[in-house]
C-alpha cells in the first residue's frame, strides 16, 4: 500500500510541475475592419479629390497650389511685400471667412462667421483653415479647397456641417499682430 501511495505521490508530483498555459482570447479580430475603413476613407478623399479637381479645371482665370497638408488653394488677392510676414505660433490674427460645400450651397456666410480673432496654434480651429492661414500675410484673400478629412471629418461641427462634408473657404486676414 506504501508503494502505490507512494507511486500515486510521484505521479502527481511530476504532473503538477506543468508550466502554465496562456490563455486563448474568446473572440479574435482579424482586423479586417480597420482595412474597409481604410479602404473607404482612400475612395472617399479620391472622390473628392476628383470633385475639386472638375473645380480647378473650370475655374481658367485662377492658379491654384497643393498645399502640403493636403488641400489646394488660390489666391484672389495676393500681397506681393516679402516686408509683410505670415502669421506665426501665438500671432493674432483677424480674418473673416465663408463657407460653402463643394456644391457651391452656402453654410456660413460672412456675417455667421464674423470677423474672427484667433491666437495661431493656441486655439481651436478646424485643420484645413488653421494651416491656410498659415499660408496668407494681412491683405489678402485666398480660396480653400478643403477635403472633409481636414475640413470637420466625420463628425461634422455638430450644427449645419455634417459628416465627411468637403468644404470651401474664402478666407480674408484683416491684420496680423505678431507676439
Known amino acids: 500500500m506504501k508503494k502505490l501511495g507512494l507511486c500515486c505521490l510521484v505521479i502527481f508530483s511530476i504532473l503538477s510541475c506543468k508550466s502554465p498555459e496562456a490563455r486563448r482570447p474568446i473572440s ?60 506665426d505660433f501665438g500671432d493674432v490674427v483677424n480674418f473673416d471667412y465663408n463657407v460653402k460645400t463643394i456644391n457651391g450651397d452656402v453654410v456660413y456666410t460672412y456675417a455667421e462667421t464674423k470677423p474672427d480673432t ?3 496654434d493656441k486655439q481651436e480651429l478646424f485643420t484645413g483653415l488653421r494651416e491656410g492661414l498659415k499660408l496668407m500675410k494681412a491683405g489678402e484673400t485666398a480660396t480653400f479647397l478643403f477635403p472633409s478629412a481636414i475640413a470637420y471629418g466625420y463628425y461634422g461641427d455638430q450644427n449645419k456641417i455634417t459628416t465627411n462634408t468637403p468644404l470651401i473657404c474664402k478666407v480674408t486676414i484683416h491684420s496680423i499682430i505678431e507676439n
Do not use: H
Open 28 to 87: 479574435v479580430k482579424s482586423g479586417s475592419y480597420i482595412d474597409e475603413s481604410v479602404a473607404r476613407n482612400i475612395k472617399l478623399y479620391e472622390n473628392e479629390k476628383s470633385r475639386f479637381q472638375d473645380i480647378m479645371d473650370a475655374d481658367t482665370n485662377q492658379d491654384y497650389l497643393t498645399s502640403q497638408n493636403g488641400f489646394w488653394y488660390t489666391f484672389n488677392t495676393k500681397v506681393e511685400s516679402d516686408s509683410i510676414p505670415k502669421p
Open 118 to 120: 484667433y491666437i495661431m
